[in-house]
């Protein structure tokens, strides 16, 4: 379906309260500073927008995608023929609950990891530099530094293919190592419930604050990049195979393997999308060849690109 076949008047009815923004560069909605024009690019005010507008478009079969603050994501120069449904601040409402707090999809989680602190609650402290958005975080089990959203989550309110909204809780909602039943089976989170412990509140500043600065000294947070590029084999550090096979400072075109940290591949300023999707494969081509381990991107892909991936067979 090419973007001028939309549906967008019936997209604006449904976002009364919400936007609607046709050929939205993406690259304004990625870490990456990457990325072509979304066709359709729609902001709903609120979970009931959120849930009318998915319900619309699945029972429709129109392409669409969900994103929050886009720091997983390359989108192709390119761009996406088809909606993307942006969880953004109108999606990011917060309350407290007795041990910790409810949350929206949109809600950023390093946000959410401040107001723990404030509160003397413990738990989230892992979260406080990762720059993705609460409802990305559900579906991927972001973690860090030891700590992981199924250490506190407990439960998501999501909406399905069918356009039905449902809770899921506990095991239901099947929390791995970057991956989860939302991922596995395509659900959308709308916000979700976490639970935390009593704590202190200067500890977990203090925590926090550790926590930054070791990220400072081992990550390349002046340059744009999507975080991890690769998931951690078992058995692995992704960073330490890159820097094995010999591949700190390897560039193609304005993406580059970061000499500070190997597991992070960094926009210069000039990338293309093709760039670094290519400069991944290289990564993966090399890495198997010195290793035999085969490396799977953490990176998501939204778009049409030329380069081929090497695949993870299942």
Same mark, same amino acid.
Do not use: W
């Given at each position: 379906m090419?973007?001028?076949r939309?549906?967008?008047?019936e997209? #604006?009815g449904?976002l009364?309260?919400g ?6 560069p993406?690259a304004?909605h990625?870490?990456f500073?990457?990325?072509?024009p979304?066709?359709?690019?729609a ?7 959120a849930?009318?507008l998915l ?6 079969k129109i392409p ?8 997983n ?7 996406y023929? %088809?909606v993307?449904v942006?969880f953004?601040k109108?999606m990011g409402?917060?309350?407290? #609950?007795?041990?910790g ?12 990891s401040?107001a723990?602190?404030?509160?003397g609650?413990a738990?989230l402290?892992?979260?406080s530099?990762?720059p993705?958005s609460?409802?990305?975080a ?6 860090a530094y030891?700590?992981e959203?199924?250490?506190v989550?407990?439960c998501?309110?999501v909406?399905?293919s069918?356009g ?5 809780a506990g095991e239901?909602?099947a929390l791995?190592?970057?991956?989860s039943?939302m991922?596995?089976?395509?659900y959308t989170?709308?916000?979700?419930t976490v639970r935390?412990?009593a704590g202190?509140?200067e ?11 070791k990220?400072?000294e081992k990550?390349p947070?002046?340059l ?5 590029t690769?998931k ?6 992704a ?6 096979a ?8 304005g993406a580059?393997?970061? #000499?500070?940290?190997?597991?992070f591949?960094?926009?210069d %300023?000039?990338a ?5 999707r ?5 990564v993966q081509?090399?890495v198997?060849?010195?290793s035999?381990?085969l490396l799977?991107p ?5 778009g049409n690109f030329? #380069?081929?991936?090497m695949?993870?067979?299942?």
């Amino acid at each position: 379906m090419s973007g001028n076949r939309l549906p967008v008047r019936e997209l #604006t009815g449904i976002l009364k309260a919400g936007g609607i923004f046709l050929e939205e560069p993406m690259a304004r909605h990625t870490s990456f500073r990457i990325g072509g024009p979304a066709a359709v690019f729609a902001e709903p005010a609120g979970e009931e927008e959120a849930a009318a507008l998915l319900a619309f478009l699945c029972g429709e079969k129109i392409p669409h995608i969900v994103v929050g603050n886009g720091s997983n994501l390359l989108v192709s120069d390119e761009g996406y023929d %088809g909606v993307v449904v942006h969880f953004g601040k109108n999606m990011g409402l917060l309350a407290e #609950t007795d041990d910790g707090f409810r949350a929206g999809a949109g809600f950023m989680l390093s946000a959410l990891s401040r107001a723990a602190q404030v509160r003397g609650l413990a738990g989230l402290a892992f979260a406080s530099g990762i720059p993705g958005s609460f409802g990305g975080a559900c579906i991927m089990n972001a973690g860090a530094y030891g700590g992981e959203m199924k250490d506190v989550l407990t439960c998501v309110s999501v909406i399905g293919s069918d356009g039905n909204v449902r809770e899921l809780a506990g095991e239901e909602m099947a929390l791995s190592y970057r991956n989860s039943r939302m991922k596995k089976e395509g659900y959308t989170v709308l916000s979700g419930t976490v639970r935390l412990t009593a704590g202190d509140a200067e500890e977990i500043a203090k925590e926090m604050e550790e926590l930054a600065e070791k990220r400072r000294e081992k990550q390349p947070l002046s340059l744009p990049s999507a975080g991890s590029t690769f998931k951690r084999p078992e058995g692995y550090f992704a960073g330490k195979l890159i820097s094995d096979a010999a591949l700190k400072g390897a560039r193609i075109g304005g993406a580059s393997v970061s #000499t500070l940290h190997a597991g992070f591949i960094v926009n210069d %300023g000039e990338a293309s999308a093709e760039d670094v999707r290519s400069l991944i494969a290289m990564v993966q081509a090399r890495v198997f060849e010195m290793s035999g381990v085969l490396l799977e991107p953490e990176v998501e892909f939204l778009g049409n690109f030329r #380069t081929p991936l090497m695949e993870i067979r299942k």
